[in-house]
């Protein structure tokens, strides 16, 4: 694996390898000494033209947490803000020596041109672009989905298992959310099996194509019984007011879309409820549904470390070095 572009690269073994890898490396987060040298000397590059406080700290996490140099880099404030382009950009971080660019972009396609330009020799990994993906958000979903519904919340062994079987409804925007489309992408190379909710305005054009259900009644969709629910954050910022004439109004959204304690009611006893974050108390989730014992949007950002370190380790250090994991 010499970049991770995007969540459809992955194959199932690619996918499951770098699931056991996080493993891994969480129990090593359960020491009293957490830092491992496996990266040291390398030096991990954050490249983010696009805000960001979870995605951008917690790679910042992982990279130090093994061992590396990590320089964070903003474009508000730089050069890019006088004119600078992605190229330039890139050549300068690859004459400073970096061995990893973990880029965020508003465009969509950017780690790609990036990872396939030969402006940086280093490993690309995409932390987002636009609303086309964002793999390492669903590799920690699905990281955290196999904890609870095939390793019992943590208690039984899950090294080499997939999520066959495992039944998801991903919930809210999905016409704007690159998290959807990387979590259809592995979630269906894992053997899950994936329904969409959303109102019509808010399901992509050319869905018919994406290898998941479509159903516009949450109501019905959870009382079907998945195991796991993820609700979207509506998007705002990429609408050109509250709702852009998506939904008639946030009321209108909450009262069919939003998840609450009485639709939490109809799932099964052992479904878990994920939000990717940033959440929007009160309109996609009400403060008891993201509170609920259900949730996992906390332990999400935990394993989001976990998940990320096993991605950098893989890409930097998977086939070149003897370092275990454990440090030993």
């Known amino acids: 694996m010499k970049h ?42 954050n490249l983010f033209f696009e805000d960001s406080t979870r995605t951008r700290i917690s790679f910042e996490t992982a990279a130090k947490r093994l061992s590396a140099d990590v320089i964070n880099f903003s474009a508000k404030g730089s050069s890019v803000s006088k004119g600078e382009s992605l190229k330039d950009t ?5 004459a400073m020596g970096a061995d990893a660019v973990v880029i965020r972009h508003h465009a969509s396609g950017a780690p790609h041109t990036l990872a396939r330009s030969g402006w940086t020799q280093g490993a690309v990994v995409n932390a987002g672009d ?4 964002h793999p390492t958000q669903a590799l920690l979903d699905a990281f955290t989905m196999r904890r609870h519904l095939v390793g019992d919340g ?44 959303a109102p019509p305005t808010l399901v992509p054009v050319g869905v018919g194509s994406w290898p998941a259900r479509v159903s516009y009644d949450l109501d019905s969709m959870l009382a079907d019984g998945p195991d796991a629910v993820m609700m979207l954050r509506v998007q705002r910022e990429r609408m050109s007011t509250s709702g852009g004439g998506f939904f008639p109004s946030p009321l ?38 993201a509170d609920s014992d259900r949730a996992v949007i906390v332990e999400q950002v935990s394993n989001g470390v976990a998940v990320r370190m096993a991605v950098l380790y893989l890409l930097l250090a998977g086939e070149t070095t003897n370092v275990k994991v454990d440090g030993k």
């Open 90 to 94: 890139a050549l300068t971080l690859q």
């Open 130 to 133: 636009g609303t086309h993906q």
């Open 252 to 289: 209108e959204y909450t009262r069919s879309y939003g998840l609450d304690a009485r639709r939490i009611g109809l799932l099964p006893e052992h479904a878990i409820v994920m939000h990717p974050g940033p959440m929007n108390r009160g309109l996609e989730i009400s403060a008891d549904a």
């Open 154 to 197: 943590g208690r039984a062994d899950v090294a080499g298992r997939d999520l066959g079987g495992v039944r998801v409804a991903i919930v809210g925007d999905v016409l704007h959310s690159r998290v959807a489309r990387s979590n259809v992408q592995l979630l269906h190379t894992l053997g899950a099996e994936v329904t969409l909710v």
């Open 4 to 45: 991770l572009l995007s969540a459809g690269d992955l194959s199932r073994d690619e996918a499951v390898r770098v699931l056991d890898t996080a493993a891994q490396m969480a129990a090593t987060q359960a020491r009293e000494i957490k830092k491992l040298p496996t990266l040291r000397g390398r030096t991990v590059v």
